[in-house]
C-alpha cells in the first residue's frame, strides 16, 4: 500500500501561484510513477500532470502546459505541483496519485485507470 496525502491548497486570486506537494508513505517511492489530476464541481476527473519514477520525464496536459510544474525528490518521498498564472477554470480539488513503474512512461499515464493508489485531495479556488 502506498499512501498519499496532498497539501497546499487554497484560495489565489487569478494571475496568482500557488504550490501543491502530496507526501507518500508506505511502499518504495521511486517505485512509482506520480500523476496531479484535478476535478472541477459537475466535471469529469481530468489529466493534470506525470512525473516519471526517476524524475527525468515528465509530460502536461495542453489546459496546463507552461503553467504548472511537476517534479519529485524521492530522498523526501514527495512530489510537486507548482502553479503560476492560475485561472478561475484551474479551480477544482487536485489529487495526486501513483502509477507503478512497471507501466513505461508514455502519454498512456494520463489515463486515471492506470493508477493505483490515490490521495484525498486539496482544494485549489481561484477567484477575485
Given amino acids: 500500500q ?3 496525502v ?3 491548497g487554497g484560495l489565489v486570486q487569478p494571475g496568482g501561484s500557488l504550490s501543491l506537494s502530496c507526501a ?3 511502499r518504495t517511492f521511486s517505485n512509482y510513477h506520480m500523476g496531479w489530476f484535478r476535478q472541477a464541481p459537475g466535471k469529469e476527473r481530468e489529466f493534470v500532470a506525470v512525473v516519471a519514477w526517476s524524475g527525468g520525464n515528465t509530460y502536461y496536459a495542453d489546459a496546463v502546459e507552461g503553467r504548472f510544474t511537476i517534479s519529485r525528490d524521492n530522498a523526501k518521498n514527495t512530489v510537486y505541483l ?3 498564472n492560475l485561472k478561475p ?3 477544482a480539488v487536485y489529487y495526486c496519485a501513483a502509477a507503478s513503474r512497471v507501466i513505461l512512461f508514455s502519454k498512456s499515464l494520463a489515463v486515471g485507470a492506470r493508477y493505483d493508489y490515490w490521495g484525498q ?3 485549489v479556488t481561484v477567484s477575485s
Fill in 2 to 4: 502506498v499512501q498519499l
Fill in 89 to 91: 477554470e484551474d479551480t
Fill in 24 to 26: 507518500a508513505s508506505g
Fill in 6 to 8: 496532498e497539501s497546499g
Fill in 121 to 123: 485531495g486539496t482544494q
Fill in 82 to 84: 507548482q502553479m503560476i
